[in-house]
């Protein structure tokens, strides 16, 4: 469920351009540009700690922004066409599939639906 009403300091598309150059700029450094959803939410919260999004402390991450506005992590990084997901060994991997991504570049990776039924074209 995607609750709306919350007062953010930053205007979504501040957010969104911290929450990908932070992401992308993660998975660019790794080996295989992959990571263990576990493991980059953990140095994604590292990495953008000091940024004080909301008035509450509660509500003062960006994972915590994600999920109100976007229904979970998952459902994140399956709306934008430059992250893949995978299932290995029981545990949820997170692909940059466009390494070569600048931010600029934002509003060509949206995916088309954000529901999960088939569209006919």
Same mark, same amino acid.
């Given at each position: ?24 700029? /993660?998975? =660019?450094?790794? $080996?295989?540009?992959?990571?263990? %959803?576990? *493991?980059?939410? @953990? ?41 893949? /997901?995978? =299932?290995?060994? $029981?545990?949820?991997?997170?692909? %940059?599939? *466009?390494?070569? @991504? ?20």
């Amino acid at each position: 469920m995607v609750h709306n009403s919350f007062d953010w300091n930053f205007p979504e598309q501040k957010c969104l351009e911290i929450i990908h150059t932070t992401l992308i700029n /993660i998975l =660019k450094k790794q $080996k295989d540009h992959r990571l263990p %959803l576990n *493991e980059l939410i @953990f140095m994604f919260n590292n990495r953008t700690k000091h940024h004080k999004i909301h008035q509450r402390k509660k509500f003062n991450n960006f994972v915590k922004y994600i999920k109100i506005n976007h229904g979970s992590t998952k459902q994140f990084f399956d709306d934008y066409s430059i992250y893949g /997901i995978s =299932k290995q060994n $029981k545990q949820l991997y997170i692909h %940059l599939l *466009e390494p070569g @991504f600048n931010y600029q570049e934002l509003n060509s990776i949206h995916r088309i639906t954000k529901d999960s039924d088939w569209i006919i074209l």
